[in-house]
């Protein structure tokens, strides 16, 4: 290899994307497919190294999504982020990836989240999963869930700790 080929083949090298931007960077392209006027987020699964799902934030098979509607009943409605989520359209990026994934290949799994503004175009820095993706990334058996936060940092959640020793759907009932 001529010296020119060697150093090319070196940077490419030394520029490498660690591993969980690189599925955090599929889960963003994903959410590109998004049909959200407020939000768009994208997800992906993973098990073992091997991409099991891909999900993004749009209308369930064969309805209206909101892009084509030109219009957010939330937005409308003036509600805020994270409350009335029965009035979205959308099924959200977690539930769709969770929904093409058998449960088998979700067990101990990591699930890859992105979330982009739609207006700015920026991404969402404090993103999470709301209460109903919660409980299903729960009955998936699925490990982590790693959201991105910049286009290069991130926050690990563990499942088990933190969503389900410390419920907080649970917060303030006693004898339940």
């Known amino acids: 290899m001529d ?3 060697k150093g090319r083949l070196y940077d490419c090298m030394m520029a490498r994307r660690d591993k969980t931007n690189y599925y955090l960077d ?62 979205c359209r959308s099924v959200h990026a977690e539930a769709n990836a969770i929904i093409s994934a058998s449960r088998s290949q979700m067990i101990g799994a990591v699930l890859y989240l992105v979330g982009v503004d739609y207006q700015t175009g920026e991404l969402v820095p404090d993103a999470s999963s709301c209460a109903m993706c919660k409980r299903m990334i729960i009955n998936a058996g699925i490990s982590q869930v790693i959201i991105r936060r910049t286009p ?21 009932i006693r004898g339940y």
């Open 3 to 5: 010296g020119l080929r």
């Open 26 to 87: 599929i889960a963003q392209a994903a959410l590109e497919r998004g049909t959200c006027l407020r939000r768009n987020f994208g997800a992906i699964i993973v098990q073992n190294d091997e991409i099991v799902s891909t999900g993004y934030a749009g209308a369930p098979r064969g309805r209206v999504n909101c892009s084509d509607l030109g219009c957010c009943t939330r937005e409308q409605l003036g509600i805020p982020r994270g409350e009335r989520y029965e009035l």
């Open 152 to 172: 290069d940092e991130y926050a690990t959640v563990d499942v088990q700790k933190e969503w389900i020793e410390q419920d907080d759907s649970i917060t303030g």
